[in-house]
């Protein structure tokens, strides 16, 4: 860090304490998730639409596809920030380029859609242009931090050289032009290059990242994510009110989709990541991977409100039942991938798993419900029960446990490295 806070003058970028005291977001790291907002709002909107109109292979590779992308920069962003960020005026400026990545990539996502809807090629030169930009910025930050931390070189000579070589494979999906199978035939390898790279990178000398930190990074992220459920909580009731004016039904849609993004965001910080991770730091590539489902779920949640709207207002072409699932299945998916994730970190508990399972078969009895003719707002109620009495349960049982299980975790730690 600068020695003078209110300057940000070239520091040298040595590696940050990773066990700093109040360690907390910078501002930049905030704005930088900022640009997350929208990139989040057009691949979801994108996503329920594609639903609407019963594209849903399509729909769900382009989303799948988008959200890795948005994902991962994220990922690789944060946990570089939490070892080697200065906050001098040549961090600043790196992450600007990132940032405008993230935009380029964003802009990119709609003529996807559009592209593996119609079938003939993928139009996928935008967002992966946006993407390499922004691993091209992080190239330029590894190969900084190779220089001015002699300790850590190699492990961050290894990040620039192994993410370097991706991104060649990238240029080469960016300009060849391909059919789905194809394009998908030449990005999987990509991805899976792309995900083994912090653990090739780091398998001798490990950088300086900071548990506390990173824990309150992945949350603001997942506040987010959420931020798209409220969004598409209230188009849901915008479509009721516009379509039949303010009813029991508008009541119980605004109630249940604010309440269905609350719950969420209550399960996720049930679990005190920033403690567990301090405690368990050899679990951080599967803290850092697993999230990638749940925040892709938080995302799907809200396209899938978004999709209700649709069928509410007579938009859409699917079933109430489809409608239903659009919804129940990124909550199942967002509770099974935490459920997950508790247990990796703190140690499998018979009651936690026992109430997830309680809670995905409710999730599959609301689209039972709806294929049999209750309506969208019922279904929509039956959810937030469910994930309601999760909570209820976990506060009444759970903490107690949890607790156990943390400081258990704590005596039996031997050493903080990963």
Excluded at 78 to 103: C, E, K
Excluded at 167 to 194: H, K, N, R, S, Y
Excluded at 300 to 323: C, K, P, Q
């Amino acid at each position: 860090m600068s020695a003078n806070p209110l300057r940000h003058a070239m520091a040298p970028m040595g590696g940050r304490d990773p066990h700093e005291r109040h360690r907390a977001a910078t501002p930049l790291e905030l704005f930088f998730d900022l640009t997350f907002v929208i990139a989040f709002g057009v691949a979801g909107s994108q996503f329920a639409h594609e639903i609407a109109e019963v594209h849903l292979g399509a729909g769900l590779l382009g989303f799948s596809f988008a959200m890795f992308a948005v994902i991962w920069a994220w990922i690789n962003f944060t946990w570089f920030a939490s070892a080697y960020d200065t906050d001098d005026w040549i961090f600043r400026v790196v992450t600007m380029i990132q940032i405008v990545g993230v935009l380029i990539l964003t802009m990119g996502i709609e003529p996807m859609f559009h592209s593996l809807v119609e079938g003939e090629h993928v139009d996928n030169q935008v967002i992966v242009g946006g993407y390499v930009v922004m691993r091209v910025a992080l190239i330029f930050q590894w190969l900084r931090a190779a220089r001015q931390d002699p300790a850590r070189r190699q492990t961050c000579l290894r990040y620039a050289r192994y993410l370097a070589l991706v991104q060649l494979g990238w240029i080469a999906v960016l300009v060849i032009q391909a059919d789905v199978l194809t394009t998908f035939l030449m990005t999987a390898p990509l991805i899976l290059l792309e995900m083994a790279t912090p653990y090739v990178a780091e398998r001798r000398a490990t950088t300086p990242w900071h548990a506390h930190h990173i824990a309150e990074r992945y949350g603001l992220l997942a506040i987010i994510a959420l931020g798209e459920c409220l969004v598409g909580a209230i188009e849901t009731l915008r479509a009721i009110v516009a379509s039949h004016g303010w009813s029991v039904d508008a009541a119980l849609v605004g109630f249940g989709g604010t309440a269905l993004a609350f719950a969420m965001w209550w399960i996720y910080f049930m679990l005190p990541a920033g403690r567990a991770l301090h405690i368990r730091r050899r679990q951080s590539y599967l803290f850092g991977y697993g999230h990638i489902p749940i925040f892709a779920a938080i995302a799907a949640t809200g396209a899938g409100l978004h999709v209700a709207a649709y069928y509410i207002d007579h938009e859409a072409h699917i079933s109430a039942a489809m409608a239903v699932a659009s919804i129940a299945v990124p909550v199942a998916l967002f509770k099974g991938s935490l459920t997950w994730l508790y247990s990796v970190m703190v140690g499998a508990d018979r009651t936690i798993i026992i109430v997830a399972a309680c809670v995905l078969a409710a999730l599959a009895g609301s689209v039972g419900l709806a294929a049999a003719g209750a309506s969208v707002p019922v279904c929509l109620l039956v959810m937030v029960l469910a994930l309601g009495v999760s909570i209820v349960v976990d506060e009444r049982r759970g903490s107690e446990r949890l607790q156990r299980a943390l400081e258990q975790l704590e005596s039996g730690a031997t050493s903080p490295q990963r």
